[in-house]
């Protein structure tokens, strides 16, 4: 039995995350201002929620370490949590950047360092970030969100050949569009219809589709330093 740390667990994809790995693993969920949904995922799934702003390395780091108190290791971290924006580029504010950035892409490198070390001293462990299609490709009205999840590729490939010689694996998705509050709130339908006729599939992605290959990417201890689109065929 793992234990798995999952960031942003009371998201569409963080919520089936941790529903992909709580039947046979030990699971913790970190959310920020969710708490009831954490609770009610906890209940639901018998898995642990706890506070943390991933963006604050002190709350970042209080945290792990009661992780690392309570469990007695980190097995598998999921670094999920993040948030987007849709706005002209001449239009984001530095405080726009920031906190995007603060999130998606420090907030990654903030837990993944803080869990990292009791992984390097038991030279195992693995480190599945989500980032996204748009990390990739770019999307237009979306620049310091693109920017940020191409950040998370590059620590990605860059981790993974760090970490390669203490038996750590590090691999991250990136998921295309997936049916999510999140997308719908800021994505009309007809917008999202748009997006389904690019997609090969013809349709949008499910979160459980993301966490299969989540668990996938976890487990084979052969694949590090890739990059696994979960996007229907979109690019």
Same mark, same amino acid.
Request: overall charge negative.
């Given at each position: 039995? *793992?234990?798995?740390?999952? +960031? ?19 699971? @913790? ?20 929620? @706890?506070?943390? $702003? @991933?963006?604050?390395?002190?709350? &970042?780091?209080? +945290? &792990?370490?009661?992780?690392?108190? *309570?469990?007695?290791?980190? $097995?598998?971290?999921?670094?999920? =949590? ?33 869990? @990292?070390?009791?992984?390097? *001293?038991?030279?195992?462990? =693995?480190? &599945? ?14 620049? =310091?969100? *693109? ?5 998370m590729i590059g620590l990605t490939k860059a981790l993974a050949k760090e970490l390669g010689a203490s038996g750590i694996t590090v691999n991250c998705i ?15 339908? $007809? ?38 689109? &979960? ?5």
């Open positions: 039995m *793992s234990v798995v740390l999952v +960031t942003g667990g009371t998201g569409a994809i963080g919520s089936a995350i941790a529903a992909e790995f709580a039947a046979t693993d030990d699971v @913790v969920i970190t959310y920020n201002s969710r708490a009831d949904e954490a609770r009610k995922l906890c209940e639901e799934l018998h898995c642990t929620a @706890v506070k943390m $702003d @991933v963006s604050d390395r002190s709350s &970042v780091d209080n +945290t &792990v370490a009661e992780v690392l108190k *309570s469990f007695g290791r980190i $097995d598998i971290l999921v670094n999920n =949590a993040g948030i987007s924006q849709i706005k002209l580029f001449t239009d984001t504010t530095q405080s726009d950047w920031e906190r995007i950035m603060g999130i998606n892409l420090t907030g990654c490198f903030n837990v993944t360092q803080a869990a @990292v070390k009791s992984m390097i *001293s038991r030279k195992s462990g =693995a480190i &599945v970030n989500i980032s996204s299609v748009w990390g990739v490709h770019g999307a237009s009205c979306e620049v =310091a969100y *693109s920017a940020s999840k191409a950040g990136a998921p295309g569009v997936i049916d999510s509050p999140m997308n719908s709130a800021h994505l009309s339908e $007809d917008e999202l219809n748009e997006l389904c006729e690019a997609t090969p599939l013809m349709r949008l992605g499910r979160a459980d589709e993301v966490a299969k290959a989540v668990r996938c990417l976890a487990e084979n201890r052969f694949i590090t330093g890739q990059i696994l689109g &979960v996007d229907g065929g979109f690019y």
